[in-house]
């Protein structure tokens, strides 16, 4: 059963850090492409960055550029990203999904998980 779990997510003043987890089980990770969305309230959600299996990984947020930085861990099973000086425009669930090739279109991906609440405040 394949399986994903994203955690990590919390309350964090502006310009403080996370790193979001995105545990993944009846699956590997590898060979897959790791997209990252997330949802604010009232809103679409929308695709922040994916990273490839292999190649350059993409920033679909202008505001991720710079901030924001992907990597995986084949042994653990697991993606991470981290979110650097955060602001309260990034407060949303962060989603992990897998693919065979990187996308920004939530439509284009099977799997997701439960997501994980960031939420960035004073």
């Known amino acids: 059963q394949v399986k994903l779990v994203e955690s990590g997510g919390g309350l964090v003043q502006p310009g403080g850090s996370l790193r979001l987890s995105c545990a993944a089980s009846g699956f590997s990770l590898d060979y897959h492409a790791i997209a990252w969305f997330r949802q604010a309230p009232e809103k679409e959600r929308e695709g922040v960055s994916c990273?490839?299996?292999?190649?350059?990984?993409?920033y679909y947020l202008d505001s991720a550029k710079g901030r924001f930085v992907m990597s995986r861990d084949s042994s653990k099973n697991v993606a991470y990203l981290e979110l650097n000086r955060l602001e309260p425009e990034d407060t949303a669930v962060y989603f992990c999904?897998?693919?065979?090739?990187?996308?920004?279109?939530?439509?284009?991906?099977?799997?997701w998980g439960q997501g994980t609440q960031v939420t960035v405040s004073s």
């Open positions: 999904a897998p693919g065979a090739y990187c996308t920004d279109v939530a439509a284009d991906y099977v799997s």
């Open positions: 990273i490839p299996w292999i190649g350059d990984s993409y």
